[in-house]
């Protein structure tokens, strides 16, 4: 999905992610967190999340929602009824509001801190 965006000439992509989750994504993809850091057009925040679902608003037409269980995703809905798109910007609005923009100097001053596994 990511190579596909970056395919338009302008693009944004803005990430919010609870700490828990940004530090998985770190350890299991370094290189593809790093590059997301590096691109201009992508705003990476890690943020208290009080929802335990994933949350996305596409072109502010669409938004999905995606439940997580046990062993991955359990369920997506999505819709593009204004009303649920506006729900979805307002829960977006609400983390953004307390969360704090995620710098390629920290992600990479973390991994280079970090033992070398020998799995």
């Known amino acids: 999905m990511y ?6 000439e302008k693009y944004g992509l803005e990430l919010l992610v609870a700490d828990d989750v940004l530090e998985s994504f770190r350890e299991v993809f370094p290189e593809f967190a790093q590059s997301l850091l590096r691109d201009c057009g992508v705003r990476f925040h890690r943020a208290t999340v009080p929802f335990s679902f994933g949350l996305w608003i596409v072109d502010e037409t669409a938004a999905g929602v995606i439940i997580y269980g046990d062993y991955g995703i359990a369920g997506l809905l999505v819709n593009n009824s204004p009303r649920s798109v506006e ?13 704090e923009e995620v710098e390629l100097a920290h992600v990479t001053a973390v991994t280079e801190a970090e033992p070398t596994s020998t799995r």
Do not use: M
Not at 3 to 8: A, F, S, W
Not at 91 to 99: I, P
């Open 3 to 8: 190579n596909r965006l970056c395919e338009r």
């Open 87 to 99: 729900w979805a910007k307002s829960q977006f609005q609400t983390v953004e509001a307390h969360a």
